[in-house]
């Protein structure tokens, strides 16, 4: 397989900033590839050394094998649909899908029936005529993902392309993006801070934390094997276990994470390092989340919804299959 | 539960408070009552005086006796314009007026530019110093500084000299219309003054207009593989005109209506505001200075409905 975007120890320092710390990735061609990680992590950096906004202050950056340090922008085949879309708002929707096409002097009849073919690829065919000032949020975005894809680049780049849109819309376009990478094979690089978004759209996930890479890995290796706390924390809310609750409860210490669905819950005493409270019960419509505090160590754990959930200041056993717990090394 | 408390607050009480629940409950008079000093302001003493100039210019003169005749009206002051000598003061200071708020555009956009894009915080104060400092001194001090500076004894001929130019400067002012005497006596000095006096008012709506271009634009232009030249053509420029048009608004009618900088430097050839002042000073001809006054007016009133078919003010 082509490595679509390679990167090798590529540092970006704005001043005393460490904004992107020696960060190793190699993204395959067609791929969809999600970077995650809170504000501040630098994968949004990372995304502008990709595109040509940023260049790094030292590292290999290659697309397509092809060495893009100091390559301007205007000269990589790579597009991006900016976070608040960017639409030039002097232009109308045509205009402004065409606009790459009409820098590189394509004759205006090829360059109109071109920019409405991707209008009608992301359903907004007809909306041609309009002001970006006149379109809804999930319209402007559309016309944000034509205006990058009429070009037909080896890469798109989407940086939060999602987040300034409800959640029923947000989660019909993330079927509809995942379905055109499909279409067109085109790699996909995507910047979020929404674990759910990148666990349900990318084939492989890279978690950023403070410059640097936490863990490389499809959506269900980071999901069940996190290699750091912060990446269980931060990836599908698990329980972080601490070395001396972990030796307690199964002899061996050692940091551990331990997903909410993996524990059971039965009313009543039992064993005293497992017994404790529930202190917080919210419903989640299928399922029942509650926080038991078992002396101190709270734990999450996640029940199908029903008249089995203990209530709130109920005492309680909890209990999990020591597989289930997947151990840690000492890296925060 | 204490006696006195209730549910409205005892201290929003008294007369003025009784006056701001009235313009609460009608949010219209509070609008009229701030409306009217400025239309009074605007509609019998700003209007109304160009009015009584505009009918000036329609009364017949005498003309053995110089006497205006206000029984008789007339557009025979009007037809007056159109001979070569008038004509020839209006051609000039549109001409005039035209590269001023072009040269002032020229410059004007790199500052703005620079000030929208890269300056920040400290520096933008310093910024705003920079380009308002020189209205703070008197227009007419200014004029003269630059008499000295532009006069054949003055600094820049000096400067030319020592950098061994003189040759130029001279082939320059031996050329036809823009040369002359010295920098001073020509339309050159005219020209620079006017770009000089003028700058601030095109720097400052450029920059408020650039300010507003969001930077990621500049971004996507480049993206979508816009080379810095096609990113400003495309994008920053259309986006900066409404600023710009702004700015050569005042320009181009300060440069159409101003008298006193042709006067000081500039070769001896008249601009219409010195018409104007001529015909209703020493010349008496009221009405004929009341015309020429006309034309600035019909000329900006053109000049902006070109600007706005032009679609200059789509993006505002």
């Known amino acids: ?332 | 539960m204490s006696a006195a408390s209730s549910a409205f607050l005892e201290h929003r009480r008294g007369p003025l408070t009784g006056l701001s629940d009235l313009f609460w409950r009608r949010p219209k008079l509070l609008v009229f009552l701030l409306l009217v000093p400025p239309l009074l302001w605007l509609g019998v003493i700003y209007v109304g005086s160009l009015v009584a100039l505009l009918m000036q210019s329609f009364y017949a003169i005498d003309e053995f006796s110089g006497m205006v005749d206000y029984d008789v009206l007339t557009l025979k002051t009007y037809g007056e314009l159109f001979r070569p000598a008038n004509l020839d003061i209006i051609i000039r200071t549109v001409l005039m007026a035209m590269a001023v708020t072009l040269a002032s555009a020229v410059i004007a956009f790199p500052i703005a530019y620079m000030a929208a894009r890269y300056v920040r915080g400290r520096w933008k104060a310093m910024f705003y110093l920079a380009v308002m400092l020189p209205l703070w001194s008197s227009y007419l001090v200014k004029i003269y500084a630059w008499k000295l500076i532009l006069a054949k004894e003055g600094i820049l001929n000096w400067i030319f000299a020592q950098l061994h130019l003189t040759g130029a400067l001279e082939a320059y002012l031996g050329l036809p219309v823009v040369g002359g005497g010295s920098l001073s006596i020509s339309y050159t000095g005219t020209f620079l003054v006017f770009v000089y006096v003028w700058m601030p008012y095109m720097i400052l709506p450029t920059q408020a207009a650039l300010e507003r271009v969001p930077v990621n634009l500049t971004d996507a232009s480049s993206d979508l593989g816009g080379t810095p030249w096609q990113t400003f053509r495309h994008v920053i420029f259309p986006l900066a005109l409404p600023g710009i048009i702004a700015g050569s608004i005042f320009t181009f009618s300060l440069t159409l209506g101003d008298y006193i900088i042709p006067q000081i430097v500039g070769s001896s050839r008249l601009f219409i505001g010195q018409a104007v002042y001529a015909h209703q000073g020493t010349a008496g001809n009221i009405p004929l200075a009341a015309a020429f006054s006309v034309v600035p007016i019909v000329i900006m009133g053109l000049y902006l409905w070109m600007a706005q078919r032009k679609g200059a003010f789509d993006a505002l």
């Not at chain 1, 950023?208 to 599908?236: C, H, W």
């Not at chain 1, 997903?259 to 009313?267: D, G, K, L, Q, Y």
Request: glycine share 10%; net charge neutral; charged share 20%.
């Open chain 1, 1 to 332: 397989m082509t490595t679509a975007v390679s990167l090798k120890a590529i540092t970006r320092r704005f001043g005393e900033v460490l904004a992107l710390d020696a960060i190793d990735l190699d993204i395959a061609e067609g791929e969809f590839f999600a970077m995650l990680g809170p504000s501040g992590s630098g994968k949004t950096t990372c995304l502008r050394v990709i595109a040509g906004f940023e260049q790094p202050s030292s590292g290999e950056l290659s697309i397509f094998g092809q060495r893009a340090e100091g390559v301007p922008p205007y000269k990589r085949n790579v597009n991006t649909v900016f976070q608040d879309y960017a639409l030039f708002p002097h232009l109308n929707v045509i205009d402004n899908v065409a606009y790459s096409l009409m820098l590189r002097k394509v004759p205006v009849a090829e360059r109109y029936s071109q920019a409405e073919a991707v209008l009608d690829m992301v359903k907004l065919a007809g909306y041609g005529m309009r002001r970006p000032g006149q379109l809804s949020g999930g319209q402007r975005q559309r016309v944000a993902l034509a205006r990058a894809l009429v070009n037909q680049p080896k890469v798109l780049l989407l940086d939060e392309p999602l987040g300034a849109l409800d959640l029923k819309l947000r989660e019909q376009m993330q079927e509809e993006l995942k379905s055109l990478q499909k279409r067109l094979g085109i790699t996909f690089i995507f910047v979020t801070h929404d674990q759910g978004e990148a666990m349900s759209m990318a084939d492989r996930i890279a978690v950023f934390n403070l410059g640097k890479i936490m863990q490389v890995g499809t959506p269900e290796e980071i999901y069940l094997k996190p290699a750091s706390r912060f990446v269980a924390d931060f990836v599908g809310s698990s329980n972080v276990l601490p070395p001396d609750f972990v030796a307690r409860t199964t002899g061996k210490a050692s940091w551990a994470s331990l997903r909410p669905e993996a524990i059971t819950v039965t009313a009543g005493a039992g064993q005293p390092d497992l017994t404790g409270t529930v202190v917080a019960r919210n419903y989640l419509g299928a399922t029942t989340r509650i926080t038991v505090d078992l002396g101190g160590q709270r734990l999450h754990a996640v029940l199908p919804s029903g008249a089995g959930v203990p209530l709130e200041g109920s005492v309680v056993t909890v209990d999990f299959d020591p597989s289930a717990l997947h151990r840690m090394d000492d890296t925060p």
